[in-house]
């Protein structure tokens, strides 16, 4: 069962009122969706989208199940298309935006999704497990080079060069096809005592997964699209769980707040991203203890948001 991390703070960050119009760009369980709605009652609006086909039939279940009010348009796509998604299903003027950039408890804990490098399964990693290159269709294409930028950049593997030169002394001798034979080939060449409590592979299973999916050219795509789908006041809430996209929210966020700067001859003018925002938080909302004693995958959460502002 997936707990939805950060559910109070989200929920208080949105702060959504009666009537509420909200798209949900990773909708999954739709957990948060459901805490949304309740507050936005019978005359909310809510556009969830997933691109796991299975998620989103949990999730229309679970709307039905808790007898969740307002009006539900669920639609299987990627939060990079939102805006195309949105207008065509008639969300012009967005109250509240939410992304939640993890993977879900339900994917990794379903071996033959291939996300988990510590149960085996098929190395695959597709959210969309109907479409595009699996993880061992890269791992099988990629040169050492192409690799170890993969693992670098998109994982912040320090080790990315040797572990691709052992994957590819590996590969030469049989495919890789399964999560485990991955796993225990990368452990081998990082070893656990770089990796400070975490997996040695986890990073690069990271890498593999952002790669297959392209989260980060959807994230780029889903933060612009989405500020400019909300209306003046509006609010955007991103959780994410590595550094990497975080760090992309909180430069997107940044450039988008901007700043007043006094000019030579007299007044001043404001520079920046449209359309203008500004922070809700001054620094990313992490989980309490209480929670991530719950819920240990909350440790690595971080929330962001911002409020749109008039031009």
Not at 42 to 57: F, H, S
Not at 98 to 109: A, H, I, P, R
Request: charged letters at 25%; one cysteine or more; aromatic letters at 4%.
């Amino acid at each position: 069962m997936h707990i939805p991390v950060l559910l109070k703070e989200t929920v208080a960050a949105l702060n959504p009122q009666p009537g509420c119009v909200y798209i949900d760009g990773t909708l999954g369980q739709a957990g948060h969706a459901s805490a949304v709605m309740r507050l936005a009652g019978p005359t909310g609006r809510l556009l969830g989208i997933d691109r796991d086909g299975e998620a989103l039939a949990r999730a229309r279940q679970n709307l039905l199940r808790d007898q969740i009010p307002g009006e539900h348009v669920l639609v299987h796509g990627a939060h990079g298309d939102i805006a195309a998604l949105a207008h065509a299903n008639g969300f012009e003027a967005v109250d509240a935006i939410l992304l939640d950039l993890g993977v879900s408890s339900d994917q990794l804990d379903t071996p033959e999704r291939g996300f988990s490098f510590r149960q085996d399964g098929p190395l695959d990693m597709r959210m969309r497990h109907d479409a595009g290159e699996t993880a061992a269709d890269l791992i099988a294409r990629l040169s050492v080079s192409e690799m170890a930028s993969l693992f670098r950049d998109l994982g912040e593997e320090k080790r990315a060069l040797a572990i691709a030169k052992a994957i590819d002394r590996e590969r030469q001798k049989m495919p890789f096809t399964r999560t485990i034979q991955l796993a225990d080939c990368v452990a081998k060449v990082v070893g656990s005592a770089h990796t400070k409590g975490r997996h040695p592979a986890t990073r690069v299973f990271q890498a593999l997964r952002m790669a297959v999916n392209d989260e980060m050219g959807d994230l780029r795509s889903a933060l612009e699209a989405g500020l400019n789908l909300l209306k003046p006041g509006g609010i955007m809430a991103i959780l994410t769980f590595e550094s990497l996209t975080d760090r992309v929210v909180k430069q997107t966020f940044k450039a988008h707040c901007g700043q007043e700067v006094s000019l030579q001859q007299g007044g001043s003018e404001w520079r920046g991203q449209l359309p203008k925002t500004e922070l809700i938080f001054k620094k990313a909302v992490a989980g309490q203890p209480e929670e991530l004693e719950v819920n240990p995958r909350a440790r690595s959460a971080k929330l962001r948001a911002v409020r749109r502002v008039e031009d």
